[in-house]
């Protein structure tokens, strides 16, 4: 008796951006036959040239009309301030049924960008893997990216629920554990546990370059562990980082000032000597990190 090959999820995969997200999914689609035929497109012809040289995707594109042409899922893996011209250009092409998500960390902005542009008959699931590292480019990607990771998806209401079910499946078959949520409630929770911190890194490093350059060296030299953690983040792509600042900006703000409350209390504490407020303080911050290694996500 011959064995017959299961199909693919999705008969072609056109994925739009091939940086870190979008060449780890090259990569797992391909590993796990998650879709028939992948295709990938990018503005930088320098990249599309990397792609065809490291061989993860079936064909490349500078065209995104013929990347998305016949494609039966399409992901934006762009900075979240390009997805709307990205939306724009592609509309014309979009196969009827075809499933179109993101990769974005905002959400309300991506689905007022993007939602418009989607044509009759096409689904469009906004999408968010929680998922990264401070690289970027084609050269970036592997397939373990998702392991264990979360997804974040945020339907739009009244949306085809079968194409969010295609989509959920996608996800699992690549490793993530999926959960759906409203994306104004997706952006105010990535606003405290990835823009802020993100920007804190960014403000701490940006702090050590003004510094005057013999204290400088030393600092680079002489990094302990809590500083090299915060340059590996300050490290991560500068235009996706700046689109998410910019179109995240409520949630951002008020997680913002909630913050700079809080280290004025704190400042005020070690001014004075408070050392019974530092130590509750440490005790209680200390139950988060065991909660994060419970969950697996450390």
Same mark, same amino acid.
């Given at each position: 008796?011959?064995?017959?090959?299961?199909?693919?999820? *999705?008969?072609?995969?056109?994925?739009?951006?091939?940086?870190?997200?979008?060449?780890?999914?090259?990569?797992?689609?391909?590993?796990?036959?998650?879709?028939?035929?992948?295709?990938?497109? #990018?503005?930088?012809?320098?990249?599309?040239?990397?792609?065809?040289?490291?061989?993860?995707?079936?064909?490349?594109?500078?065209?995104?009309?013929?990347?998305?042409?016949?494609?039966?899922?399409?992901?934006?893996?762009?900075?979240?301030?390009?997805? &709307?011209?990205?939306?724009?250009?592609?509309?014309?092409?979009?196969?009827?049924?075809?499933?179109?998500?993101?990769? &974005?960390?905002?959400?309300?902005?991506?689905?007022?960008?993007?939602?418009?542009?989607?044509?009759?008959?096409?689904?469009?699931?906004? &999408? $968010?893997?929680?998922?990264?590292?401070?690289?970027?480019?084609?050269? #970036?990607? *592997?397939?373990?990216?998702?392991?264990?990771?979360?997804?974040?998806?945020?339907?739009?209401?009244?949306?085809?629920?079968?194409?969010?079910?295609?989509?959920?499946?996608?996800?699992?078959?690549? &490793?993530?554990?999926?959960?759906?949520?409203?994306?104004? $409630?997706?952006?105010?929770?990535?606003?405290?546990?990835?823009?802020?911190?993100?920007?804190?890194?960014?403000?701490?490093?940006?702090?050590?370059?003004?510094?005057?350059?013999?204290?400088?060296?030393?600092?680079?030299?002489?990094?302990?562990?809590? *500083?090299?953690?915060?340059?590996?983040?300050?490290?991560?792509?500068?235009?996706?980082?700046?689109?998410?600042?910019?179109?995240?900006?409520?949630?951002?703000?008020?997680?913002?000032?909630?913050?700079?409350?809080?280290?004025?209390?704190?400042?005020?504490?070690?001014?004075?000597?408070?050392?019974?407020?530092?130590?509750?303080?440490?005790?209680?911050?200390?139950?988060?990190?065991?909660?994060?290694?419970?969950?697996?996500?450390?």
């Amino acid at each position: 008796m011959t064995d017959i090959a299961p199909q693919p999820m *999705f008969q072609r995969l056109a994925l739009i951006g091939a940086g870190l997200i979008g060449s780890s999914l090259a990569h797992i689609a391909r590993r796990e036959k998650l879709a028939g035929h992948i295709a990938v497109t #990018s503005r930088s012809p320098a990249t599309l040239k990397r792609v065809a040289e490291l061989g993860f995707a079936d064909s490349v594109h500078a065209e995104i009309g013929d990347a998305v042409a016949g494609a039966d899922l399409v992901i934006l893996c762009v900075p979240v301030g390009a997805c &709307g011209a990205v939306a724009e250009a592609m509309a014309p092409h979009l196969a009827p049924g075809a499933i179109v998500t993101d990769v &974005g960390s905002v959400k309300q902005a991506v689905i007022r960008d993007v939602q418009p542009h989607i044509p009759a008959g096409v689904h469009f699931v906004p &999408g $968010h893997p929680i998922a990264g590292t401070e690289h970027s480019g084609p050269d #970036s990607g *592997f397939a373990e990216l998702f392991n264990g990771r979360g997804l974040i998806l945020t339907p739009i209401p009244g949306g085809d629920e079968a194409a969010v079910a295609r989509l959920r499946a996608f996800w699992e078959a690549a &490793g993530s554990t999926v959960t759906e949520m409203d994306a104004a $409630h997706h952006d105010k929770v990535l606003a405290i546990t990835s823009h802020l911190p993100h920007l804190i890194a960014y403000t701490i490093v940006g702090t050590a370059v003004d510094l005057e350059e013999s204290t400088k060296n030393e600092v680079i030299k002489f990094s302990a562990s809590g *500083f090299r953690d915060f340059t590996r983040i300050a490290a991560s792509d500068p235009v996706m980082w700046r689109d998410i600042f910019l179109n995240n900006r409520e949630a951002v703000l008020e997680m913002l000032q909630r913050f700079s409350e809080d280290l004025t209390h704190l400042q005020r504490a070690i001014r004075w000597g408070e050392g019974d407020k530092l130590e509750d303080l440490f005790t209680r911050t200390r139950a988060i990190r065991r909660g994060v290694i419970a969950a697996k996500q450390a």
